[in-house]
Structures are given as structure tokens and as C-alpha cells.
């Protein structure tokens, strides 16, 4: 008697992105910098996994220039002493003072890079949602069997573009690449947000961004979302790099065919 209990796949690993190469050399902004990646526990977990809770921070009050006004959020100009107004021209925009959200006026010709943060930290960027098959999470995935690899739901706050003007300066941020860390030390680089997996679309490999695990285990996805916020005001323009990251568990079992008789 033949008892099939599944098909055995043996495919070599192999990891696969849309486009050559998948390489991080595309940033060709005058000016560059990192932006600053603080935890943030109160974000919430997605549907499909955990969230690092990583978001972009507002810059400190100490980093304006020129002189700066520093005052509570609410504070009307007329409340502040005559001598600390600021002066005429001046932007104003938010800070961090030992932890305590403020508000700053500063000539914004020499701070435009410190105000882009701002900006940037206004526009509340989030992890995406991880998008993996099996669909279903706590449902195994197989051996030699591909997975798909997605953006759920993207959104402007998670995949973008996410725009924002103010005080003279506007900025535009985007997802430019996702890092898919699969759990096993090998990582998918997709510079687009991945195709979804539905029903009736049969065992095949995704035509965008995917995987296929050659053994079995436990492993935790980890789906990091690299963004470039690309800014301009007062004659200047820069760009913003920052890191997303959300996980999602995955168990990867093996498919066998058992021959008893």
C-alpha cells in the first residue's frame, strides 16, 4: 500500500528580488545625513506580526541655531518676554527639551536641515504590515515551497510617498528598498512592495519579491523598510535616511511521500 502524505521538493536556496542586483547606491541628494531611530513602545502590533516600534524623533532644541526661542506648544508671541521675541522672518517649529515636546522659532536659513527633521517626524512614519505566505500566521510554510513576500496594505505613512510642507521647506519621504531578513541568515533586497499571494495562484515563485527555505525550523521574518525623505527650502536640499523594521514569526516543515506496504 502507498500512503501519499505530500511530495518531497528539493530546490537549492535561493533568494530572488525584482530588478539587478538590489544594490543601495541610488541616493544622489546634495546633502545627506542619518536621522536619528528612537524605540517607541506605545506602537501597536500589526495584524500579521510584531512591530520594532521605531519611528523618526524630533530633533533636540539644543540642535536650532541663531539664537533660538524656546517656548511651551501654545504660546502666544505676545506671552513671551519683549526681549526673547523672535525676530521678524523667523519659523517656527517643534523640538525635544529633556523629553518634552516644545516649540522653536529660529532663522530658518541656517537651520533648514534641523526643521526637515521636523517635518519628517510630523509625518508619523510607521512599520509596514508584513504580507508572507502562508497568509495565515501560525500556518506552516514548506521546504522547497516558494513564499511570497509583500507590503500589506501599504499605505503613505508605511510604504509612501508621504509629503509635507511647511515654514518654506517641503518634503517628500518613500519607501527606495525592503530588506526581507529571513531568519536564517540569508536576506531578500526588493526595491518595489512585493505581489500578493491569493487563493488559486498554485505553488510558483512570486514575480516580484520571494523565497524559497531549503530546511526546516523555526525562523522570524524581519522586514526592514528603508525610506528616503528627499527635502528643499531657502536654496538648500538634502535627503533623510531612516529604518523601519517589523517581524512575523514563521514555522517551515517538509513535505515527505511515506511508501508502506
Request: glycine share 10%; hydrophobic share 35%; aromatic share 8%.
Amino acid at each position: 500500500m502507498i500512503l501519499l502524505l505530500g511530495l518531497l521538493f528539493v530546490v537549492p536556496r535561493t533568494a530572488w528580488a525584482d530588478g539587478a542586483h538590489c544594490n543601495e547606491t541610488t541616493d544622489t541628494c546634495e546633502v545627506q545625513y542619518h536621522q536619528e531611530i528612537v524605540p517607541d513602545p506605545s506602537t501597536p502590533p500589526s495584524k500579521d506580526g510584531s512591530r520594532d516600534g521605531e519611528k523618526p524623533k524630533y530633533p533636540a532644541c539644543s540642535s536650532f541655531r541663531g539664537g533660538s526661542v524656546v517656548a511651551l506648544p501654545g504660546t502666544a508671541l505676545a506671552d513671551l518676554p519683549v526681549a526673547d521675541r523672535p525676530e521678524p522672518g523667523w519659523a517656527r517649529s517643534s523640538c525635544l527639551e529633556d523629553g518634552t515636546l516644545m516649540w522653536v522659532w529660529s532663522p530658518p536659513r541656517v537651520n533648514v536641515e534641523v526643521m526637515a527633521r521636523t517635518l519628517l517626524a510630523r509625518l508619523q512614519l510607521r512599520p509596514i504590515t508584513i504580507g508572507l505566505t502562508p497568509k495565515r500566521q501560525g500556518s506552516m510554510g514548506f521546504v522547497g515551497v516558494p513564499n511570497w513576500l509583500w507590503v500589506q496594505d501599504p499605505a503613505r505613512t508605511t510604504y509612501g510617498p508621504a509629503t509635507i510642507s511647511a515654514g518654506g521647506i517641503s518634503l517628500t519621504a518613500k519607501v527606495e528598498l525592503i530588506e526581507w531578513d529571513m531568519g536564517n541568515g540569508d536576506v531578500v533586497r526588493c526595491r518595489n512592495r512585493g505581489t500578493e499571494w491569493f487563493d488559486g495562484m498554485g505553488v510558483k515563485q512570486s514575480p516580484t519579491c520571494g523565497y524559497v527555505y531549503s530546511r526546516q525550523g523555526h525562523f522570524v521574518v524581519r522586514a526592514t523598510a528603508h525610506w528616503v525623505a528627499r527635502w528643499s527650502g531657502y536654496g538648500q536640499s538634502g535627503a533623510i535616511r531612516l529604518s523601519l523594521t517589523a517581524t512575523r514569526p514563521l514555522e517551515i516543515g517538509e513535505l515527505q511521500v511515506i511508501i508502506t506496504g
